[in-house]
């Protein structure tokens, strides 16, 4: 069985891929990232010389690349990771989110289509939904009312994906996420920021009144999630994915203040994220009863766990801000490297 991940590199697919090396050996997986300033091969140090587990260089979006990958490998499974992920960004520059996000599905879904797989599986996220009031749930059937032209380009994907089953008949699972927390977690995000921020004493910009509502899963629960829906999801079905852990951000700021003894004083409100989405919060009924998934982490331990990582790991963390695995990659590699 050969397996494509593409955006492996990142913080959720080198946790997958560390996941699927280690529990099927008899797989080949091969691991395929562009390497923008989001993707770190030190996130798999540990398994890089793996005998079922190779790393490609390569963008999703460069079709004749695709074309020639999927010609050579055979593959049976494609997980598409790969994405532009931060809304921030989307913001100042939408057009790769497009380019990655969207071109990129696209060219992916015509390889999966002309060379034949088992299986495409993108994963896709809880913002394609849009917003919350202050009830209810997303489920599979919530309309796509996307917000930042980060979501648009994601609900733009999954649309594809759909046609691309409806259409051409292509096997294919959409899975939909809360927000994961965990290691790796790139230091522009959330949680690693504010605890980057706090260890150095520097201010923890909270955006607007603070009381928007995320919905957080533990990254290696949604590994587990994914690894369901490959093997058991039903072709053409969306699945959620969400563990019912809802919390402000001002909250997730105090939890973290709180474990590493630092002030709340260091909190400061800043002008908010235009189009800020209020509240999500998932529906993950569909994926709890069809395919059994059930979350192992609590978010109290999990959360924990989270932070005492970024305490025992400073090196990958003071490398991403230095720039110093920036420059290790250009030196290594060269060629574009994404949004900077
Ligand atoms: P990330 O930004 O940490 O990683 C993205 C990876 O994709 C990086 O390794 C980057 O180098 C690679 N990449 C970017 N453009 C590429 C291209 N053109 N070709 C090949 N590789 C490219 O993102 P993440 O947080 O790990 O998210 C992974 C996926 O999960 C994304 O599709 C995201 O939309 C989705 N998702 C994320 C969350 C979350 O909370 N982080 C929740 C739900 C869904
Ligand atoms: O819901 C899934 C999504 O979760 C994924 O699809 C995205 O790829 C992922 O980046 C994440 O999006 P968010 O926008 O929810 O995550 P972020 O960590 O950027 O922000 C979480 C919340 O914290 C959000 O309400 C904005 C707020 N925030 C964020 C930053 C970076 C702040 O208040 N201050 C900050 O400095």
Same mark, same amino acid.
Request: proline letters at 4%.
């Given at each position: 069985?050969?397996?494509?991940?593409?955006?492996?590199?990142?913080?959720?697919?080198?946790?997958?891929?560390?996941?699927?090396?280690?529990?099927?050996?008899?797989?080949?997986?091969?691991?395929?990232?562009?390497?923008?300033?989001?993707?770190?091969?030190?996130?798999?140090?540990?398994?890089?010389?793996?005998?079922?587990?190779?790393?490609?260089?390569?963008?999703?979006?460069?079709? @004749?690349?695709?074309?020639? +990958?999927?010609?050579?490998?055979? !593959?049976?499974?494609?997980?598409?990771? $790969? /994405?532009? *992920?931060?809304?921030?960004?989307?913001?100042?520059?939408?057009?790769?989110?497009?380019?990655?996000?969207?071109?990129?599905?696209?060219?992916?879904?015509?390889?999966?289509?002309?060379?034949?797989?088992?299986?495409?599986?993108?994963?896709?996220?809880? @913002?394609?939904?849009?917003? +919350?009031?202050?009830?209810?749930? !997303?489920?599979?059937?919530?309309?796509? $009312? /996307?917000? *930042?032209?980060?979501?648009?380009?994601?609900?733009?994907?999954?649309?594809?994906?759909?046609?691309?089953?409806?259409?051409?008949?292509?096997?294919?699972?959409?899975?939909?996420?809360?927000?994961?927390?965990?290691?790796?977690?790139?230091?522009?995000?959330?949680?690693?920021?504010?605890?980057?921020?706090?260890?150095?004493?520097?201010?923890?910009?909270?955006?607007?009144?603070?009381?928007?509502?995320?919905?957080?899963?533990?990254?290696?629960?949604?590994?587990?999630?994914?690894?369901?829906?490959?093997?058991?999801?039903?072709?053409?079905?969306?699945?959620?994915?969400?563990?019912?852990?809802?919390?402000?951000?001002?909250?997730?700021?105090?939890?973290?203040?709180?474990?590493?003894?630092?002030?709340?004083?260091?909190?400061?409100?800043?002008?908010?994220?235009?189009?800020?989405?209020?509240?999500?919060?998932?529906?993950?009924?569909?994926?709890?009863?069809?395919?059994?998934?059930?979350?192992?982490?609590?978010?109290?331990?999990?959360?924990?766990?989270?932070?005492?990582?970024?305490?025992?790991?400073?090196?990958?963390?003071?490398?991403?801000?230095?720039?110093?695995?920036?420059?290790?990659?250009?030196?290594?590699?060269?060629?574009?490297?994404?949004?900077?």
């Amino acid at each position: 069985m050969k397996l494509l991940v593409t955006g492996g590199a990142g913080f959720i697919g080198s946790n997958f891929v560390r996941y699927m090396v280690n529990k099927y050996p008899e797989y080949n997986i091969v691991n395929l990232d562009l390497l923008t300033y989001a993707g770190n091969l030190e996130n798999l140090k540990d398994i890089e010389n793996a005998a079922n587990y190779k790393f490609v260089r390569g963008d999703i979006a460069d079709r @004749e690349f695709i074309n020639g +990958l999927f010609q050579e490998e055979k !593959f049976d499974y494609v997980l598409n990771f $790969a /994405a532009e *992920s931060h809304v921030d960004r989307s913001i100042t520059d939408p057009g790769i989110f497009v380019q990655t996000n969207i071109q990129g599905t696209l060219a992916l879904l015509d390889a999966a289509k002309t060379f034949g797989v088992t299986k495409y599986l993108q994963v896709s996220t809880d @913002e394609v939904y849009g917003t +919350l009031g202050e009830t209810g749930y !997303f489920t599979e059937d919530t309309p796509l $009312a /996307a917000n *930042s032209p980060y979501s648009a380009s994601k609900a733009g994907a999954d649309l594809l994906v759909r046609a691309y089953h409806e259409t051409f008949g292509l096997p294919v699972n959409i899975t939909r996420c809360s927000n994961n927390y965990g290691p790796y977690h790139f230091p522009e995000k959330l949680i690693p920021l504010m605890i980057i921020n706090a260890l150095h004493d520097k201010e923890l910009p909270i955006y607007g009144d603070g009381l928007n509502i995320r919905d957080w899963l533990h990254v290696e629960d949604h590994c587990q999630a994914i690894d369901l829906v490959l093997h058991k999801g039903r072709n053409g079905e969306v699945y959620n994915v969400g563990g019912n852990n809802e919390r402000t951000n001002i909250e997730i700021v105090k939890t973290i203040l709180k474990h590493l003894n630092k002030p709340e004083s260091l909190m400061k409100f800043v002008k908010d994220r235009p189009g800020h989405d209020r509240r999500y919060a998932i529906d993950a009924t569909k994926l709890r009863t069809e395919l059994g998934w059930s979350p192992k982490y609590n978010f109290d331990t999990g959360i924990e766990q989270t932070i005492n990582w970024y305490l025992n790991n400073r090196e990958w963390w003071e490398n991403i801000i230095s720039g110093e695995y920036q420059d290790y990659v250009k030196s290594q590699y060269g060629g574009r490297l994404g949004v900077e």
